[in-house]
């Protein structure tokens, strides 16, 4: 089993939808969360940092269920802008930081 | 520009031969990471060193990948007898982590873009 794992999709959704990604990691003794987004041909940037009560930054929600050991990422109100793909990164066994596949998001005109 | 940085941006080399990537992490940054990625996947881990301390590397890595970190600065990414299956980005980044937190935030450089032929 992958240490992290995400739905690769690609999601296509039209712009003004609302969409969610799940992610589930395997290591229950993992402390830190992130959502990362990637665009094409670029690296990796971070979007927000995910808690355990859950937080909101604008349109994005990310939410943490530590007993089902997934994390979400809610994006609401989609803009052609949010196209990318969205990485999941949770903390390991010795704290570094993994990566899951990505998912693709593409929204539509 | 006070980001991460790595050179080159591009290495196109013969299989057989020996490269060497190197990464600029932001200066007051103590942990540095090098990830491998590939078309449609993530990153992948590789290795992680604290200051100049290498605390972990991957168990998928072969032992003709070796990285350094001499003076906890500028890290350097060697891949000898280069193999077509090397092919791929090499993203390097940085972070500074205090103590026991676990807020950790990468910022990642634009990568090497390796092709074996």
């Known amino acids: 089993r992958k240490e992290v794992e995400q739905d690769p999709g690609p999601f296509n959704v039209p712009e003004g939808a609302t969409v969610a990604f799940n992610c589930t990691y395997s290591?229950?003794?993992?402390?830190?969360f992130f959502w990362y987004r990637q665009d094409c041909r670029k690296e990796p940037k971070l979007l927000m940092s995910?808690?355990?009560s859950g937080n909101e930054d604008g349109r994005f929600t990310a939410q943490l269920n530590r007993a089902s050991q997934y994390i979400s990422l809610l994006i609401r109100d989609s803009k052609l802008s949010d196209s990318a793909t969205y990485l999941c990164?949770?903390?390991?066994?010795?704290?570094?930081?993994?990566f899951g596949t990505g998912t693709l998001l593409a929204v539509q005109p | 520009d006070t980001g991460v940085s790595q050179n080159p941006r591009h290495k196109i080399t013969k299989r057989g031969q020996n490269v060497t990537f190197r990464c600029d992490p932001i200066?007051?940054?103590?942990?540095l990471y090098w990830y491998r990625q590939t078309l449609g996947q993530g990153p992948e881990f590789l290795t992680y060193?604290?200051?100049?301390?290498?605390?972990?590397k991957s168990r998928l890595l072969s032992d003709r990948f070796s990285a350094e970190r001499p003076k906890g600065s500028f890290s350097t990414l060697e891949i000898q007898r280069t193999e077509q299956g090397d092919s791929a980005m090499y993203l390097c980044?940085?972070?500074?982590?205090?103590?026991?937190?676990?807020?950790?935030?990468?910022?990642f450089g634009s990568g090497t873009q390796l092709s074996v032929l």
């Open positions: 995910v808690y355990s």
């Open positions: 990164v949770v903390s390991g066994a010795t704290n570094k930081l993994i």
């Open positions: 290591n229950s003794a993992s402390q830190s």
């Open positions: 980044a940085s972070s500074l982590t205090l103590g026991g937190a676990t807020n950790e935030k990468l910022f």
């Open positions: 200066s007051e940054h103590n942990r």
């Open positions: 060193f604290q200051n100049e301390a290498q605390l972990e």
